[in-house]
């Protein structure tokens, strides 16, 4: 079966800090990678998709970045964070296609 | 591009009661529909999910109808217990070989005993 996994599951930060969030995916190939953010007590927002190695599509403008360096790993990065960048951040994998899309436990970052 | 509104935001009902959580989108042509429960602190689940060639789909307590005339779908969640408590999300994706989900802004579900 397929597993999803983040770390870390907690991170406090500073402003203007780099970041580096992982997450890899297990028991699956190529696989769409997508990374969301959730704001406290709101819906979540798509950040990142990655249809395959190397191949990262942005969909909102912001501090972040995000990198596949390989089939079933996903990145997301800061050179500087901001206050703004506090939230929830999930990863989530899918198959090609209009398939079920499927959550990893999270990294709850708090930007101090 | 595709907008997503769930209501209602919270929704308290008592042990055994049911439950319905309704969802409009805009995008006519979104064909797929699924469901996330959140427990706190955790990542979504997927509960349950309808594509647009289907009116209804049921699992067990929960249930989801599509009306696409209407472009409105609704979660129905029958004998609730304490553990249904949490906040679920709606989301809609389009048909396209990238699944780019846009999610409703959730509701939080609270079943006491």
């Given amino acids: ?112 | 591009g595709e907008n997503v509104e769930q209501h209602p935001s919270t929704l308290s009902v008592q042990e055994g009661d049911s439950a319905v959580i309704k969802c409009t989108y805009s995008d006519s042509a979104s064909n797929y529909f699924p469901w996330y429960k959140q427990e706190l602190g955790k990542g979504p689940q997927l509960i349950i999910d309808i594509r647009s060639n289907v009116g209804e789909k049921k699992d067990q307590r929960i249930a989801v109808t599509l009306n696409k005339t209407a472009k409105h779908f609704s979660l129905h969640i029958t004998e609730t217990q304490p553990e249904d408590s949490a906040v679920y999300f709606c989301a809609a994706s389009g048909n396209t070989g990238f699944q780019k989900l846009v999610f409703g802004t959730g509701t939080r579900l609270l079943v006491s005993p």
């Fill in chain 1, 1 to 112: 079966s397929q597993t999803i996994h983040q770390w870390p599951a907690t991170l406090v930060q500073p402003v203007g800090s780099p970041l580096s969030l992982e997450c890899t995916v297990e028991g699956t190939s190529n696989p769409n990678l997508y990374w969301y953010r959730q704001a406290a007590g709101r819906g979540l927002q798509l950040l990142f998709y990655s249809v395959g190695i190397g191949q990262i599509s942005s969909e909102v403008p912001q501090n972040l970045s995000a990198s596949r360096p390989q089939d079933r790993q996903f990145i997301l990065s800061s050179k500087k964070l901001l206050l703004s960048d506090s939230g929830f951040y999930l990863c989530a994998w899918s198959l090609i296609g209009p398939y079920e899309q499927y959550f990893g436990p999270g990294t709850r970052l708090t930007v101090t």
